[in-house]
């Protein structure tokens, strides 16, 4: 049984408290900014959507390939603590210098936050596991409370942010985002200043820090070499047509720095970093179909759904909303089912995290059969579809969390948890492409209307084709959208279903991480 020690609190670690406050501050920032981005773009720099979608696209992918770099550096050199106040300060100075209206300052700002998120994001997450010891059974419980933190940010920062931008103008909006990354960095130094984190985050190894070349210890370098690669990630998003050769340049990163890892660890090690790939592919899959929130079910929100007490905008908290709904009962659950020797392993949480997204997106199809003469389905199966991926959500994201840090070998804690986060690179990438089989292309088939997929958009939705031809071009519009989500919607269940056959296997290859 476990016992309460002085340096805990409600069951888990005093650190969990700190970096719990520190990421909810630090989230309410990033993703206060980002619900002023698009609009601010289009509204008051006067971009085309075009350009706008294009900027949006290639910030919001190059935020998650930078904590592979920041990762690995902590790893190395910084430790999580310097690496996490580096990446704070970076991030605040990135959202202040967007109050002045300058393309160098815009771009220069989203560089700032791209370079701050790759040296903060990956290393609070593998804090957060440090505080916990191997085989320690708080370790998904403490993992989905700090996930709640990540929401609680998420679901208030565009409401308040957007507010303030309308009140009073978007420069006191963006003004806002920076003050919240500033008391992110607060709570976290104040947390250093009690000591909860004791012994842990701190630099690995002192000589290799304080290591002088040209006379410059290495630590310091590391930080002048942040703000020179400002300029450069400024350039890759003023230049965003470019993007997919990115996506190579990455892919070859890390299968090369992976094999590289491959050869160093022992066999157990091996297969863990194995299951670790395995499991940041699906997220990547979890990712493509669960970012048409941000592009394709804003728009399906907008035309095609009766919305009662928000705007289509708006329709973006509901996920956020029900995370903060079922964060606490879920970690109270691992626990309760943790005593009873029936918490189901990870392979069989990833499953069924799927199962659930797939679910969710057949609810959307499946509002088909509420549509009135205004091509316009009602807003109950909005609320239900996103309920019912919510759910999916909880059983993948944050226990993917909290198994990079377990699967990691020790060394590359931080780089493999920034794998991690380039599922979401991999997942904005493709939830683009997704997004644009919604759109519709006057006399051109849409790819899911016919064969195997057509005959399940068919059962799911009750439409064909032919029913949505000889409607209105809002009725084909809203065909388009429901046949897609039925067609990903399968093919989601699809693999949950074979993710939940083979982990028997997975589970062995895990070797006692459950």
């Not at 996506?247 to 890892?261: N, P």
Request: charged content about 10%; hydrophobic content about 50%.
């Amino acid at each position: 049984m476990h016992t309460i020690k002085s340096n805990e609190a409600f069951g888990h670690p005093k650190g969990l408290v700190y970096l719990f406050f520190a990421e909810l501050w630090e989230r309410f920032s990033f993703y206060g900014m980002r619900a002023l981005l698009v609009l601010y773009m289009t509204k008051q720099l006067l971009f085309t959507d075009d350009m706008a979608f294009g900027v949006y696209a290639a910030y919001m992918s190059l935020v998650y390939v930078t904590p592979m770099i920041g990762g690995i550096l902590a790893d190395k050199i910084l430790g999580f603590r310097k690496a996490i106040l580096l990446g704070g300060i970076l991030m605040a100075l990135g959202h202040f210098f967007l109050t002045f209206e300058h393309p160098i300052f815009f771009y220069g700002s989203l560089g700032l936050i791209i370079v701050g998120n790759g040296f903060f994001k990956p290393n609070i997450s593998s804090f957060v596991g440090d505080l916990y010891k191997h085989g320690d059974h708080r370790r998904d419980s403490g993992f989905t409370i700090f996930y709640l933190g990540i929401n609680f940010g998420a679901a208030v920062a565009p409401l308040m942010c957007a507010w303030v931008a309308a009140s009073y103008g978007w420069h006191y909006g963006f003004v806002l985002a920076g003050i919240g990354m500033v008391a992110g960095l607060l709570v976290f130094k104040s947390g250093l200043k009690n000591n909860v984190f004791e012994n842990k985050g701190l630099v690995p190894d002192e000589n290799l820090y304080k290591q002088k070349h040209l006379g410059i210890p290495k630590g310091t370098i590391i930080t002048i070499c942040a703000f020179l690669a400002v300029p450069i990630f400024a350039l890759i998003i003023n230049y965003h047509q470019f993007e997919h050769y990115l996506v190579w340049i990455v892919s070859a990163f890390l299968i090369i720095y992976i094999i590289y890892i491959l050869t160093t660890v022992s066999l157990t090690e091996k297969k863990r970093l194995l299951i670790a790939v395995y499991f940041t592919a699906l997220y990547a899959l979890f990712s493509a179909i669960f970012e048409q929130a941000g592009s394709s079910l804003t728009l399906f929100a907008d035309r095609n759904v009766n919305l009662v007490g928000m705007d289509a905008a708006g329709t973006n908290s509901i996920n956020a909303g029900f995370i903060m709904l079922f964060a606490i009962p879920f970690s109270l659950l691992w626990t309760f089912l943790n005593k009873r020797k029936a918490n189901p392993n990870s392979a069989i949480k990833f499953g069924l995290g799927l199962l659930f997204l797939g679910l969710g997106f057949l609810v959307f199809a499946l509002s088909a059969h509420s549509v009135d003469a205004f091509a316009k389905t009602s807003m109950l199966y909005l609320i239900v579809g996103y309920m019912v991926l919510t759910i999916g959500e909880l059983f993948l994201s944050p226990i993917g969390l909290s198994k990079m840090t377990e699967l990691s070998p020790l060394k590359y804690v931080s780089f493999i948890m920034g794998v991690w986060f380039s599922a979401n690179f991999y997942g904005h990438f493709f939830a683009g492409k997704i997004a644009k089989l919604t759109t519709v292309n006057e006399g051109e088939a849409n790819m899911f209307s016919k064969g195997f997929f057509g005959q399940v958009v068919e059962f799911v939705t009750g439409i064909t084709p032919e029913i949505a031809s000889q409607n209105s071009d809002n009725f084909q519009q809203l065909y388009s959208y429901l046949s897609v989500y039925a067609s990903f919607g399968v093919i989601t269940i699809i693999v949950g279903i074979f993710a939940l056959l083979i982990s028997p296997i997975i589970k062995k290859m895990m070797s006692c991480v459950h």
